[in-house]
């Protein structure tokens, strides 16, 4: 039975991988499209297949060099199912601490019953026993993390960021991110990190370590805090004092930063076009007890029913600064993705402006960490809006100084506060109208 089980949870992990590496699909499409294989499973067998899955996305390239350096030649692509099975079991050996030999005999027991890989059951069989055996070895080795990065996120980060920055971007990106808790009344973090058993970072965020249900923890029920990572925290403190003030947060869902303003006291407008993530900023609101003004809308239709000094955009994008805890979406997206979403936000930032009374304060910001979609975007605005003045960011905002670019931008990368668990990467950019 045991052997059985081992069996189907590395078969499912494989189906996931297979469709997120060869159809693009997100891991959580792709967990709904196999949710039969997954019923099959218990609790415990679907955790250790989610845990599979996102190590090996995590880990792609660094377990798929160590098991290519035992094969004789490179595989051909009718052969790309058997490879991901080896990256599969590679990862279990070298990165998840699994018992090498089950990973072994489980890996080549699923070969053996798939027609697609029934060919390769050999080599399977020959190359993750060798990766086993010379376990601490390749370990030792240090294989770059940048290794583990698609061709075309690694070219555009290390374009612009730099080899060694790349490669310490990477390193944050290989392990799980930590789950972080805003706390709904400034002066309780101490008490609430003390409840969840975390730690207070500098921002004031509680950190706690990833694991178990987040609604089992204690505060969840009585709306103390809500999850968002340090990061994405931060462009609403580019506001400045909001209390009083009507805000309006474009592209809320799914609702931390909506929860940040109306906890500071501003008169809120939360504004989605996604009717589903909507109702997850409603449930959020009434956990914490805050009373949302919610407005299912495209963005960049909305218009306010009156003037707003204050405006956050949060728009959508490629998501590549939080593929830490999605690392999926290096494999989905891709350099086309980025134009597209390029010209969205444009269309967002332009709707945005056009509705900002003279003397306003609007906050763009991204959880991307490509130059099209940050500093670029911002610079385009600039050009063609000449109402709007761009207000350089400092320390005395609430950031950390290493978060502040020469530019005056707030930019977060993976690998700031690697020490303390890293952080999500964030873009955000303040302009003002001028009177």
């Known amino acids: 039975m045991v052997v059985d089980r081992g069996i189907i949870s590395r078969r499912t992990g494989l189906g996931l991988l297979e469709a997120v590496i060869h159809r693009r699909r997100t891991l959580d499409q792709a967990m709904r499209e196999r949710a039969r294989d997954l019923g099959r499973l218990d609790s415990r067998d679907q955790a250790f297949v989610r845990r599979l899955v996102l190590g090996t996305l995590r880990r792609f390239g660094q377990s798929g060099k160590a ?82 990065l698609p061709e075309w996120l690694r070219e555009s980060w290390t374009a612009r960021f730099g080899d060694e920055t790349t490669e310490s971007i990477a390193s944050v990106l290989a392990l799980p991110a930590p789950l972080d808790l805003t706390c709904r009344v ?58 009083d003030k009507l ?58 029913p009156e003037p707003a000094p204050a405006i956050l955009l949060d728009a959508p994008c490629t998501a590549t600064g939080i593929s830490r805890r999605h690392p999926d979406i290096r494999f989905v997206k891709s350099v086309r993705d980025v134009a597209e979403m390029a010209a969205q936000q444009h269309l967002l930032l332009k709707a945005a402006a056009e509705q900002l009374p003279p003397g306003g304060l609007l906050v763009y910001c991204v959880c991307s960490l490509q130059a099209e ?42 690998c700031h506060w690697a020490e303390l668990g890293g952080l999500d990467g964030f873009f955000a950019a303040r302009l003002r109208k001028s009177t």
């Open 247 to 304: 805000v309006l947060d474009l592209c809320a869902a799914p609702g931390g930063k909506s929860l940040q303003l109306a906890s500071a006291g501003a008169r809120l407008i939360s504004v989605d076009h996604s009717q589903d993530r909507l109702r997850l900023v409603e449930e959020n609101f009434q956990r914490t007890g805050f009373d949302p003004h919610i407005v299912a809308c495209d963005a960049a239709d909305f218009r306010s």
């Open 67 to 148: 098991a290519h350096e035992f094969l004789a030649k490179p595989l051909a692509w009718p052969a790309r199912r058997a490879d991901l099975l080896l990256r599969l079991g590679a990862t279990e050996i070298l990165y998840l601490d699994g018992q090498p030999h089950a990973a072994v005999n489980s890996a080549v027991a699923v070969a053996s019953a798939d027609p697609k890989t029934r060919p390769y059951r050999r080599l399977v069989n020959a190359v993750l026993r060798r990766v086993a055996d010379n376990r601490q070895e390749l370990l030792d080795r240090n294989i770059p993390f940048a290794e583990n």
């Open 373 to 414: 979609e940050g500093p670029d975007q911002v610079h385009h605005i600039l050009q063609t809006r000449r109402d709007l003045k761009h207000v350089p960011i400092t320390a005395d905002d609430g950031v950390s100084p290493e978060f502040v670019t020469p530019d005056g931008h707030l930019q977060t990368l993976p």
């Open 186 to 243: 400034t002066g309780e973090e101490s008490s609430v990190a003390r409840d969840v058993g975390g730690t207070v970072l500098p921002n004031g965020t509680v950190r706690c370590s990833p694991g178990g249900s987040v609604e089992d923890l204690p505060g969840f029920q009585s709306g103390d805090w809500w999850v968002q990572d340090a990061a994405a925290s931060l462009p609403v403190r580019l506001l400045g004092d909001v209390r």
